[in-house]
């Protein structure tokens, strides 16, 4: 019987030891954001404190240009339900506008218009390319010390565990979960948390753009 080489041997070795600790520290980062994170996470507007600003994060408004993203509009929905609640005075919305022909807090800002918030009731972040900057942004550059974020629940876990990091005293507002999303967004969110562990314990990062101070007033 022919036997393998020993630096085949030990190849495997390492790759099956790779993928043991690769696992094993994406099963803990989750258990850590997750267990971290859960007691500032409200269902019912009706029990959540109150916070001046709220932070819609960012997504697309449509998957294909034609039809509505039901992950953007429950978020607007959550956002004026928190403003008209009474429970935030001001909507902070932080996206991505990386290109011209692309704008999510422009998008963001003129549905919040539809539902009756007032135009002075909103700030626009066009640097909000993820959820990392959109965070950290809300407060080294809107000056934000306590915040309510609003997105689905599975990303608010991730949001708030970034604002905790920095010291940011944050709740969050759960928008609908859609009925008919796919699941590969919940699953693409695993390694999400997983990444921003790496990111602010390993990496150091920061967000990629930073720049003067805005003052939002309340």
Known sequence: MKSFPFWTIKFFK???LTA?????FIFLSNYWVLSNTKSGIYNDVNQIAYSDVALVLGTSKSF?????NP???NRILAAADLFFKGKVKHVLVSGDNSSKFYNEPMDMRKALLKLGVPDTCITMDFAGLRTFDSI???????????ITVVSQ??????ALFIASYYGIDAIAYNADYPSKANYKILFRE????SKAILDLYF????????GDKVKIRV
């Not at 294909?64 to 509505?68: A, C, F, L, Q, S």
């Open 14 to 16: 390492i790759l099956i």
């Open 20 to 24: 043991i600790f690769g696992i094993t």
């Open 64 to 68: 294909n240009g034609r039809d509505e």
């Open 71 to 73: 992950f953007f509009t």
């Open 136 to 146: 950290v942004r809300s407060n080294k550059i809107f000056q934000q010390k306590r």
């Open 153 to 158: 629940q599975f990303h608010n876990y991730r």
């Open 190 to 193: 695993i390694f999400a948390r």
């Open 203 to 210: 990496l150091q990062t920061r967000p990629k753009y930073l």
